[in-house]
């Protein structure tokens, strides 16, 4: 008579001890395995600036527990630039995302080919360009670039070709408005050449066309006018989203960025 009541408690206490284990608790143990490892991060800087500018989207990634690498871009030519970006690719094991700003997405669109670990692309009001487009044809296809009048050019030695800067005057007008002015002081005084070729040579076969992408349009761009990158993101069946953001989005919106590639992440 005695050992009922005890069996009863004991019974409850089991019952109350399973009902606190939600099924949200639970499903991390039951699917850690279904997702396969984080990806590694790869970010490619585009022309006038260099890996710095994703110093904020780097801190937010690497609190969310991602390998982030972000390479030099050697802002010579898009096919060399690919091939060096490729390389890195090449040392990285494991599922990588791919992510490209400005003409960082034009050498991401071609680095990407021949990678099969390589599982998404991320263009940052970037050129998600196809076959046999330029950065330079795609600029002049929409009105609205404030760059090409605002290029200061500056000849290499020996005829070697042309290295391009953003005149340091206009720099923050047309690459960074809603970057403090101070901050695109330094940007503009610190800025990287890439030479007139890397605008001039055709994109070979895109890696977005096999390969899924993500894209965040730059709503006040004066470097590759809206259009054009919504025009892109279509194209591409690319996932979209949108932010009122100078060029340069991961450094003014670096929250924004982060989402995105997150997303892709995913």
């Keep these: 008579m005695t050992r009922r009541p005890q069996l009863l408690v ?31 991060i790869v970010l490619v800087h585009g022309a006038f600036a260099d890996a710095s500018g994703w110093s904020g989207v780097i801190e937010r990634l690497q609190r969310r527990g991602y390998e982030v690498i972000a390479p ?19 040392t990285i094991p494991g599922p990588i995302v791919l992510v490209g700003h400005s003409y960082g997405g034009a050498v991401i669109t071609n680095a990407a080919v021949g990678h099969p670990n390589v599982k998404a692309l991320v263009y940052i009001a970037a050129f998600e360009l196809d076959q046999g487009e330029t950065v330079f044809g795609i600029v002049g296809a929409f009105p609205g670039s404030q760059l090409p009048q605002n290029i200061l050019p500056r000849p290499l030695p020996g005829g070697a070709g042309v290295d391009a800067y953003v005149n340091p005057a206009a720099f923050r007008a047309v690459f960074a408005a809603d970057v403090p002015a101070k901050t695109a002081a330094v940007m503009a005084a610190s800025q990287r050449p890439s030479t007139l070729a890397t605008g001039e040579e055709p994109s070979g076969p895109p890696a977005w066309a096999t390969i899924p992408s993500w894209y965040l ?28 953001s100078s060029h340069v989005a991961m450094i003014s919106h670096p929250d924004s960025a982060t989402a995105v590639i997150l997303d892709a992440a995913r």
Excluded: C, E, W
């Design 10 to 40: 004991a019974a409850l206490a089991l019952v109350a001890v399973v009902a606190t284990v939600s099924p949200a608790a639970a499903a991390p143990a039951q699917n850690a395995g279904l997702h396969g490892p984080k990806p590694t």
């Design 72 to 90: 030099a871009n050697p802002l010579r030519d898009l096919s060399d630039d690919a091939d060096y970006i490729s390389s890195v690719l090449t």
């Design 217 to 244: 349009i730059a709503g006040n761009d004066q470097v590759i006018p809206p259009a054009a990158q919504r025009f892109m993101a279509a194209r591409a069946h690319a996932h979209t989203r949108m932010v009122s």
